[in-house]
């Protein structure tokens, strides 16, 4: 069982930048594969980025390649991401998310944990 608190969101100018930190619970933390998503209003939830148990593999949507950075600290129980050259559609809710396999993880419904969502907003 993991749990997982998402912060660090807030509200920002465009060309801005945010760090959200992902808390998670439980000693099994490093076996995981973490991800990010976000779901902005009337639209659905879709992947951000994620990394691999031991932070050897990454991935990331097209749109925040260049812009957002993934990381985690297992000695933490922590992922990150880091977010720069926000821009106004980057606005969402974003959400920490844990899977025990590297495949699928682009895919929502892979996943088995998820936090409550920090809220990010891009607007000047």
């Known amino acids: 069982q993991v749990q997982l608190v998402e912060s660090g969101g807030g509200l920002v100018q465009p060309g801005g930048s945010l760090r959200l930190s992902c808390a998670a619970s439980g000693r099994t933390f490093s076996r995981y594969a973490m991800g990010w998503f976000r779901q902005a209003p009337g639209k659905e939830r879709e992947f951000v980025a994620a990394i691999a148990w031991n932070g050897g593999s990454t991935s990331y949507t097209d749109s925040v390649k260049g812009r957002f950075t993934i990381s985690r600290d297992n000695a933490k129980n922590a992922a990150f991401l880091q977010m720069n050259s926000l821009k106004p559609e980057d606005t969402a809710v974003y959400y920490c998310?844990?899977?025990?396999?590297?495949?699928?993880?682009?895919?929502?419904?892979?996943?088995?944990?998820w936090g409550q969502g920090t809220q990010v907003t891009v607007s000047s």
């Open positions: 998310a844990a899977r025990d396999l590297w495949t699928g993880v682009t895919r929502t419904h892979e996943y088995d944990y």
